[in-house]
């Protein structure tokens, strides 16, 4: 019985400690784990700040719009054997347009429809699925070929045009016909899914 005694005692500081070292680890990995999360909202606020801060909802994607075209200007300023700077550049601007169609198509485009400028709205979004071929077009080509710039100059004036559409005529135009209130909601939701994306 004495033998029992021992052996069923061991077990139970063994199981102490191993319970020690899980309780560690649990604490460790929830530690890291808000660390983590921590990070991942502090990065999303830091790349959605300046959206946020540029002011209404129009002269935030105005401000979205210099952003992207600095993007195509460093972009243009490459030559055949930048590849690598072309690469990052491309995956710079393809994450900043996403963010940029989610909070319009999202948000803009359908308070577009409601203030009753449904050709416009449907007009935007139909360039913004062109917008997305440029960018597969201009992932899937060698970075150092003869093309790949054309392409990337022929994808700027598009999208200037599509840029300037927006700032000169639609957003205007709607923002006139809103309310202070509805803006100010606009300019809110239109952050929040900048903020998903970010």
């Not at 899980?22 to 502090?42: N, S």
């Amino acid at each position: 019985m004495a033998t029992t005694n021992t052996r069923t005692r061991k077990p139970a500081a063994k199981s102490a400690a191993t319970e020690t070292n899980y309780g560690a680890l649990a604490g460790a990995a929830a530690g890291g784990l808000a660390l983590g999360v921590l990070a991942m909202l502090g990065r999303k606020a830091a790349v959605q700040a300046p959206t946020a801060l540029a002011g209404d909802w129009d002269q935030a994607l105005a401000a979205e719009h210099k952003a992207v075209l600095k993007l195509f200007d460093a972009l243009q300023a490459t030559d055949s054997t930048n590849t690598v700077k072309r690469s990052v550049l491309l995956t710079q601007m393809k994450h900043a347009l996403a963010k940029h169609a989610l909070e319009e198509e999202n948000v803009i485009y359908p308070a577009l429809r409601e203030a009753g400028e449904v050709a416009g709205a449907d007009e935007l979004n139909a360039e913004h699925g062109y917008v997305k071929q440029y960018l597969y077009e201009l992932e899937n080509m060698p970075n150092n070929s003869d093309q790949f710039l054309t392409t990337v100059a022929k994808f700027r004036a598009d999208i200037e045009d599509h840029m300037r559409e927006e700032e000169e005529d639609l957003f205007p135009r709607v923002k006139a016909k809103l309310s202070a209130e509805k803006n100010k909601q606009l300019t809110l939701a239109m952050n929040k899914e900048g903020f998903k994306l970010a």
